[in-house]
């Protein structure tokens, strides 16, 4: 048996206005959830994609007037030599 309640009233009853909104929430809350993942799939693709074509167009425009790689004999002397004329790290003792 139910526990009455502390002043003794039934419980309240929805109309059937309210129950119908409540049906209607339930019924359209999954459809607004896939509209609004859709939207967020279609913008991290449109973001990854647009940060790959960046990528792509920076590093032929650089490759073009600079140049991505050094020389062989840069390389083995080190490139922290070679084009900053320093040392990354002191190992002398």
């Not at 309240?12 to 049906?23: E, T």
């Not at 991290?44 to 032929?60: E, F, H, P, V, W």
């Amino acid at each position: 048996m139910n526990a009455p309640l502390p002043n003794d009233q039934p419980p309240a009853r929805l109309d059937r206005a309210a129950l119908l909104k409540i049906y209607l929430v339930i019924a359209l809350l999954p459809l607004w959830f896939l509209s609004y993942q859709r939207s967020l799939i279609a913008c991290i693709t449109r973001t990854a994609n647009n940060s790959l074509q960046d990528r792509t167009t920076r590093g032929s425009a650089s490759d073009a007037t600079v140049g991505l790689r050094v020389d062989d004999e840069a390389e083995r002397l080190g490139l922290d030599l070679s084009e900053h004329d320093e040392n990354a790290y002191a190992l002398e003792a």
